[in-house]
């Protein structure tokens, strides 16, 4: 079975400049979540969708974070203008269930913000 | 809010035992343990669902004690490839979302 796909696994762009970040999750999973993770701040949880529709974004820094889950098996995580203050590793991660469920973790998206 | 983990960092060798706490100022609905490895992605180890649940796996096993708000993972008699970060990872009754900590570093020394 494969786990959690995302994509790219490393970026590297200039400040200002569009990143999107893919993620496909585990087949029959119905809830995904984005983390971003950073020495500083840890794993910190930007949004989680259920069945498709996002139900907390709380987490996301600012206007310039968006993202969409259009169907059950993709969603993307866009951040447009970039700043370096974004360079992190983006995890994407599904589960059977937003709630008690384990969460199966992608490996992860390094992205670098020059 | 995070839970709060304590200690930050543990050095141990080949088979000493460790214990991680993880503590919320909300009450608990759960507490979620994972591991992670330099470089890869958070590993499932447990989740607790009630209070006063024990679970274990292995070595490494974990309580919640849902008055204190509170959950340690016990690491015995722990081996080279227990080394990463332990982040305790908590869903409060009043809010679905899961918040990890800021984990635990934990090396084991030969």
């Known amino acids: 079975d494969a786990g959690v796909i995302q994509s790219p696994r490393h970026e590297v762009t200039e400040m200002g400049q569009e990143v999107t970040l893919r993620c496909k999750p585990i087949?029959?999973?119905?809830?995904l979540f984005w983390y971003r993770q950073t020495m500083m701040r840890g794993l910190e949880l930007l949004i989680y969708f259920n069945n498709n529709v996002p139900i907390d974004d709380s987490g996301m820094p600012e206007d310039r974070f968006s993202a969409k889950m259009p169907n059950a098996s993709f969603s993307t995580l866009k951040i447009q203008p970039s700043e370096p203050r974004d360079s992190a590793v983006y995890f994407c991660?599904?589960?059977?269930?937003?709630?008690?469920?384990?969460?199966?973790f992608g490996e992860g998206s390094r992205l670098t913000v020059l | 809010q995070q839970p709060v983990q304590s200690p930050q960092a543990v050095i141990l060798r080949e088979g000493e035992d460790a214990v991680i706490n993880c503590s919320s100022s909300?009450?608990?609905?759960?507490v979620h343990w994972y591991r992670q490895k330099h470089g890869e992605a958070p590993v499932f180890l447990m989740i607790l669902l009630k209070g006063g649940e024990q679970k274990g796996h292995d070595k490494i096993s974990a309580s919640f004690n849902e008055k204190k708000q509170q959950s340690s993972l016990y690491l015995t008699a722990s081996q080279l490839s227990y080394s990463g970060t332990y982040f305790c990872g908590t869903e409060w009754v009043a809010a679905r979302q899961l918040t990890f900590g800021s984990g635990t570093q934990l090396t084991v020394l030969p």
């Open positions: 909300k009450a608990l609905y759960s």
């Open positions: 087949s029959g999973h119905n809830s």
């Open positions: 991660a599904s589960s059977f269930t937003d709630r008690d469920g384990e969460l199966f």
